[in-house]
């Protein structure tokens, strides 16, 4: 998940699951559901935090989410690859690689599923989340009032890196992954392997309002689901902002602007797209 469906996510639990109290917190048997809590040396460790508490708020940091309880404890949700929430009940069956299950007093369940185990939760206090190293070194979020176009310049000038892994790397700007990189570049057209600090200041502009734009809009469709349907929101539905990828995933295929075939380059194992007329 990148900030796009992690927001999504975010704004449905806080409809959803905000004032439900937890009845029973469950940790499948698995080695994979152990893996889902490993920051906990047992299960009940981990569920004791949960079992009776209410839910008071739910908040976003980066691709984490912070799931605030009324004892003053965080249960933070990273969704890694192919991690996500369903909501269900007793009436519908889990779904396979269900690590995590916590059901409510009121009505039904929350499922945490993840096929390919690297997300994870834990839980810890509220005033130790200062100590969490991973939200510690968190840039500073694109959708932030902060995040000004005079902030945006300042960084960019700072750093003398490639853009594609600039806009990936969680300590510059947080939330954008391998999807939304690619889909600003081409927004503002620029290509993959411009130096940050060689930007003109009307490129600047470009991508400073692209970013914002495409998470907007990818917010607004509620996220990108793939063909390999690894992310649906917390009532199982897809996204619909595959429908308007402009390069990712479509090597071959005319840019929907120029024509033009879309190429693809390999970057840190990853495989990004780009129109090789648009950008520049």
Aim: charged share 30%; aromatic share 8%.
């Amino acid at each position: 998940m990148e900030l796009p469906e992690v927001e999504v996510m975010r704004r449905d639990l806080e409809k959803d699951v905000v004032g439900l109290r937890i009845k029973k917190a469950e940790v499948k048997s698995s080695k994979n559901a152990m893996r889902s809590i490993r920051r906990h040396k047992t299960r009940k460790d981990f569920t004791s935090r949960l079992v009776g508490r209410k839910i008071a708020k739910v908040e976003r940091r980066g691709k984490y989410i912070l799931v605030t309880l009324d004892s003053g404890d965080v249960l933070v949700v990273h969704f890694g690859m192919s991690g996500q929430f369903q909501r269900g009940t007793g009436r519908v069956a889990l779904p396979p690689h269900t690590h995590v299950l916590l059901t409510f007093a009121q009505r039904g369940d929350l499922r945490f599923v993840d096929p390919r185990t690297f997300g994870e939760l834990f839980v810890t206090a509220g005033d130790d989340l200062g100590k969490v190293k991973e939200l510690q070194h968190l840039a500073i979020d694109p959708l932030d009032q902060v995040f000004t176009w005079p902030t945006f310049q300042y960084l960019l000038a700072d750093r003398a890196s490639k853009m594609k892994q600039l806009l990936m790397d969680q300590k510059f700007i947080s939330g954008l992954g391998n999807i939304y990189s690619d889909e600003v570049l081409f927004h503002s057209g620029i290509r993959y392997d411009r130096m940050s600090d060689a930007l003109s200041s009307q490129e600047v502009r470009r991508l400073y309002r692209a970013i914002q734009e495409v998470l907007q809009e990818a917010i607004k469709l509620r996220g990108t689901t793939l063909e390999d349907e690894a992310y649906v929101d917390l009532f199982g539905d897809p996204g619909g902002y595959g429908e308007e990828l402009k390069v990712y995933g479509r090597l071959g295929l005319p840019c929907r602007r120029c024509r033009t075939p879309i190429e693809s380059v390999r970057i840190s194992q990853r495989t990004s797209y780009y129109c090789p007329q648009c950008q520049s």
